[in-house]
């Protein structure tokens, strides 16, 4: 069993930065790559985004196109923590925020930080 705790999340003005953590707990040694996705408004839970994602072993990470060049996954393995910063924030950005991590046959996520952009 894997806990994910996210936190980080806020109310910004576009153009400015955040950064989202999520601290891992249990058993977080089988847990293959973190991951962030995004629930916009209005969408569904299956439809959530992959927005990045970070491997084990050193595989470059991957990111949306939409967020490519803004934001920044990274891990901290010694701290169990994931995070994600946030750069050049935009209206579109808005979203509810999930960790995610893969964990041999299934996958655990945390509860969601809220991200709100105004323009």
């Known amino acids: 069993q894997v806990q994910l705790m996210e936190s980080g999340g806020g109310s910004v003005q576009a153009g400015d930065s955040l950064r989202l953590s999520c601290v891992a707990s249990?058993?977080?040694?089988?847990?293959?790559?973190m991951a962030w996705y995004r629930q916009l408004p209005g969408m569904e839970r299956k439809e959530r985004e992959l927005v990045a994602i970070v491997y084990n072993g050193g595989r470059s990470p991957y990111y949306a196109d939409s967020v490519k060049g803004r934001f920044t996954i990274s891990r901290d393995s010694a701290k169990s923590t994931l995070y994600l910063q946030m750069d050049s924030l935009k209206p579109e950005d808005t979203a509810t925020y999930y960790c995610n991590a893969p964990y041999y046959t299934r996958e655990f996520w945390g509860q969601g930080t809220q991200v709100t952009v105004s323009s």
């Open positions: 249990g058993d977080t040694i089988g847990i293959s790559a």
